[in-house]
T-cell receptor, first 112, second 115 residues
Framework: GNSVTQMEGPVTLSEEAFLTINCTYT??????LFWYVQYPGEGLQLLLK?????DKGSNKGFEATYRKETTSFHLEKGSVQVSDSAVYFC???????????FGSGTQLTVLP | DTAVSQTPKYLVTQMGNDKSIKCEQN?????MYWYKQDSKKFLKIMFS???????INETVPNRFSPKSPDKAHLNLHINSLELGDSAVYFC??????????????FGEGSWLTVV
């Protein structure tokens, strides 16, 4: 079956620290991979995506590279800000599937 | 303009009541979804509709009944509410059922609390 495993949180960082949130997946076929972000009290927003191996998705200083050989899609940011505090979800959709499968979410708190 | 809008955003109600959450998308998408987020933030699909036709129904109690009057709307009606129904319900849409290369857009969520 299809599944997404994210590193467990919560993650607490100081402002300007480097961020990595690990995400690995199991899927049939060639999935598309996504990172969604949920700010406190708000809905889900698409942060970035990658649709094929070696693609790099990027947005708002965040990056993630689709690594087929390690079945991973780790989220990184070089210098986090307090405003990045949110829950981050890794997700996938295999080519044949008709839904997104989400990871369990990682709570990030950035302290000033 | 909000792409996927759902109402109400907050809903507090008593056990046993019946309530509805409405959702509309103005993206011209064919496919709409309902997802449930539990207290641990875990997200799970409940239903999907494509052009008003039910596609996915993920072992959801039949107290939950989605209704799609047209492809731009997907409402969720819940009968005989239980404490365990307390959650955040997200409506979403995508261009089509074929998600490879497409993106699912989510509404802002409806926070349901059953007391």
């Amino acid at each position: 079956g299809n599944s997404v495993t994210q590193m467990e949180g919560p993650v607490t960082l100081s402002e300007e620290a480097f961020l990595t949130i690990n995400c690995t997946y199991t899927a049939t076929g060639y999935p598309s991979l996504f990172w969604y972000v949920q700010y406190p009290g708000e809905g889900l927003q698409l942060l970035l995506k990658a649709t094929k191996a070696d693609d790099k998705g990027s947005n708002k200083g965040f990056e993630a590279t689709y690594r087929k050989e390690t079945t991973s899609f780790h989220l990184e940011k070089g210098s986090v800000q307090v405003s990045d505090s949110a829950v981050y979800f890794c997700a996938l959709t295999p080519g044949s599937a008709r839904q997104l499968t989400f990871g369990s979410g990682t709570q990030l708190t950035v302290l000033p | 303009d909000t792409a996927v809008s759902q109402t109400p955003k907050y809903l507090v109600t008593q056990m046993g009541n019946d309530k509805s959450i409405k959702c509309e998308q103005n993206l011209g998408h064919d496919t709409m979804y309902w997802y449930k987020q539990d207290s641990k933030k875990f997200l799970k699909i409940m239903f999907s509709y494509n052009n008003k036709e039910l596609i996915i129904n993920e072992t959801v109690p039949n107290r939950f009944s989605p209704k799609s009057p047209d492809k731009a709307h997907l409402n969720l009606h819940i009968n005989s509410l239980e404490l365990g129904d307390s959650a955040v319900y997200f409506c979403a849409s995508s261009q089509s059922l074929q998600l490879s290369g497409n993106t699912i857009y989510f509404g802002e969520g409806s926070w349901l609390t059953v007391v």
